[in-house]
């Protein structure tokens, strides 16, 4: 027997979604009426919300906002914010200007949280098997570095050495979560016994837990996807590009490329050339 579907069942059911309910003079959020959320939720509550489904308790979200308030700028010298100040003097809007910077936000700078987070979870996969934790973090490492290579996301970084000034602070919520129950504490091991034992493989010389490190652990402690690490820190490194580029505009300035005028890069002279 051949069901027959209606045109609009077949418009309705084009698109499904249980994030919003929405019709005239209704909006719904995962079933919360909007009118019960604005001025009830905080904006970290409502991301978990809409990511996740459900709501955080109040100490989830805090340590959830801890990690989006950690990642929100690195200043001019990171490529996305660099790329969206000279956006801004090229006569784009705002939007324009955000979007050039979240669309650098790849592989090397800004989704490192992603590879990071697929690192612990990983790791945590080889503990639950019967490895010590030692051997599954040296096991994980071997893993990660036959696919992705030498250099291992979320740890090193160009400027802080040997200790980024937001992994510290973050891992102490972590250690304090933990504590009151919020979360196991598990990936906070795992990340450290990770830079430890990058560290001793560097000859003891020591290594920088960076921020895609530290928030992975927060991410992974709270039970996000890995590839929502990615998602989450554009929402968080989109506070510096809009700052930056809002600056940019008011400070003014026409087509500012990478450098001032009067430096100009470096010709390479090929030897058809010469």
Not at 120 to 127: A, T
Request: charged content about 20%.
């Amino acid at each position: 027997m051949t069901v027959q579907v209606s045109d609009a069942d077949a418009i309705r059911h084009w698109w499904r979604t249980s994030i919003i309910d929405m019709e005239p003079g209704k909006i719904a959020f995962r079933g919360h009426p909007i009118q019960d959320l604005i001025g009830n939720v905080s904006f970290p509550q409502m991301i978990w919300l809409m990511v996740r489904g459900d709501m955080p308790s109040a100490d989830e979200a805090a340590l959830f906002e801890a990690a989006l308030v950690a990642g929100v700028d690195h200043g001019p010298q990171a490529p996305s914010i660099a790329a969206a100040r000279m956006a801004a003097t090229c006569g784009v809007g705002l939007n324009n200007a955000m979007a050039t910077a979240v669309n650098m936000l790849g592989d090397v700078h800004g989704g490192a949280g992603e590879q990071c987070a697929e690192l612990y979870y990983g790791i945590s996969d080889k503990l639950r098997d019967g490895l010590g934790l030692n051997e599954a973090v040296t096991s994980g490492l071997d893993d990660w570095r036959a696919q992705y290579g030498k250099i291992v996301s979320g740890f090193g970084h160009r400027f802080h050495k040997p200790v980024d000034p937001r992994a510290p602070r973050l891992m102490q919520l972590v250690r304090d979560a933990a504590a009151k129950g919020t979360v196991s504490g598990l990936f906070a091991d795992i990340g450290e016994e990770v830079q430890a034992e990058l560290g001793r493989q560097r000859g003891g010389r020591p290594i920088a837990m960076n921020i895609d490190g530290a928030t992975a652990v927060i991410f992974c402690e709270l039970g996000f996807p890995a590839p929502l690490s990615r998602g989450l820190f554009c929402l968080s490194r989109s506070v510096g590009v809009l700052s930056h580029a809002w600056e940019q505009m008011n400070q003014g300035g026409r087509n500012k490329g990478p450098m001032p005028p009067s430096y100009l890069p470096l010709y390479e002279a090929k030897e058809d050339d010469r």
